[in-house]
């Protein structure tokens, strides 16, 4: 008698299905935060996308290091929200508030067209999505100094 194999199939083809990117709000030692400004010449907060089994606060970390050679410690979960960029291209974003372990300037990587430490009363005016305003913001009225 033969085998029969079942393909599961999933029951919630509904679903979104979307990657996850982690970000950090790093304020410098002057209140400045860094944001990197992307191939949508839109400024973001550093970071990248969550792997499959990696710890959210390790994955940010990592990423903030590789993509400005700053040293973090990762210290509160701020906000997450969905972020729409384009038809089909959805991703659930989730912020972190870090603390600077280093006093030297960024690196720019190869990941980013530009780099840039802002003010507070700079950030609102910035082209870059709501949500990355509104960690910025949670971060400055709450970080521990």
């Known amino acids: 008698m033969g085998e029969i194999t079942a393909v599961v199939a999933a029951t919630d083809n509904a679903a979104h299905r979307f990657p996850v990117s982690v970000k950090g709000v790093v304020v410098d030692h002057d209140g400045r935060v860094l944001l990197l400004r992307n191939e949508r010449d839109e400024w973001e907060l550093p970071g990248g996308k969550l792997e499959l089994g990696e710890d959210p606060a390790v994955c940010v970390a990592r990423e903030i290091a590789e993509e400005t050679s700053w040293p973090v410690t990762v210290q509160a979960m701020l906000d997450s929200w969905v972020y729409h960029i384009a038809e089909g291209v959805d991703v659930l ?4 508030g870090c603390r600077l372990d ?3 300037p960024p690196v720019l990587s190869h990941e980013h067209k530009e780099i840039g430490l802002f003010t507070q009363a700079e950030v609102p005016a910035l082209r870059m999505p709501d949500g990355y305003k509104k960690s910025i913001a949670s971060w400055h009225a709450g970080r521990p100094m």
């Open 93 to 96: 974003i989730v912020t972190y």
């Open 102 to 104: 280093a006093d030297r």
